[in-house]
């Protein structure tokens, strides 16, 4: 990733902090379940893009991204946030893909491990699966921020669409790029 973009791990650092300065600005508008959602993935995009490619690091992320999206979505079922709380929970679980995908392949999840698997059939699933991920992720984004009626309001909103875009666009960094 170094190579063909230099500032890629800037970029996702970047895309980490805006995302949790936000979901804290918004404050109790996201419930705490989310809010802890987006700060644990916000460290992890700031340890996947400082760490390096150590399959450990990748584990490790990949664990604690996975706990964070099941615990993302306890008890929010029938509540005005729970469709943004299941999206951060999806957002972590990709993540947390792309993290193992780093463990499996001996890469880093930023050096487009996920682009370009190829290191077995395993590889090549998780390759696939975070394609799609992305890719539904950016589209589920621009639906919910362009074509459905907003939850919140005014700076609440803004606030919420602009964490929104943040985790996409650092979903997107740490999986696909290459």
């Known amino acids: 990733m170094d190579d063909l973009v230099p500032a890629a791990p800037w970029l996702l650092v970047g895309a980490a902090v805006v995302a949790a300065v936000a979901s804290l600005i918004a404050g109790r508008a996201v419930p705490w379940q989310g809010?802890?959602?987006?700060?644990v993935?916000?460290?992890?995009?700031?340890?996947?893009?400082?760490?390096g490619d150590a399959p450990m690091v990748g584990l490790?992320?990949?664990?604690?991204?996975l706990l964070s999206a099941m615990l993302g979505t306890?008890?929010?079922r029938g509540t005005s946030a729970a469709g943004e709380c299941f999206r951060r929970a999806l957002i972590a679980l990709l993540l947390a893909v792309c993290s193992f995908e780093s463990a499996v392949t001996g890469e880093a999840p930023e050096a487009g491990a996920g682009a370009h698997g190829g290191h077995g059939g395993l590889s090549g699933l998780l390759s696939v699966v975070i394609v799609a991920g992305v890719i539904g992720v950016v589209l589920?984004?621009?639906?919910?921020d362009w074509f459905v009626e907003p939850v919140h309001h005014g700076r609440t909103a803004r606030m919420v669409a602009t964490e929104s875009w943040a985790l996409a666009a650092g979903v997107a960094l740490m999986c696909l790029a290459t």
């Open 35 to 39: 809010r802890q959602a987006v700060l």
């Open 41 to 51: 993935m916000a460290a992890a995009m700031l340890v996947a893009a400082l760490a």
């Open 60 to 65: 490790g992320l990949g664990a604690v991204l």
């Open 74 to 76: 306890v008890g929010v």
């Open 140 to 144: 589920w984004t621009v639906v919910a």
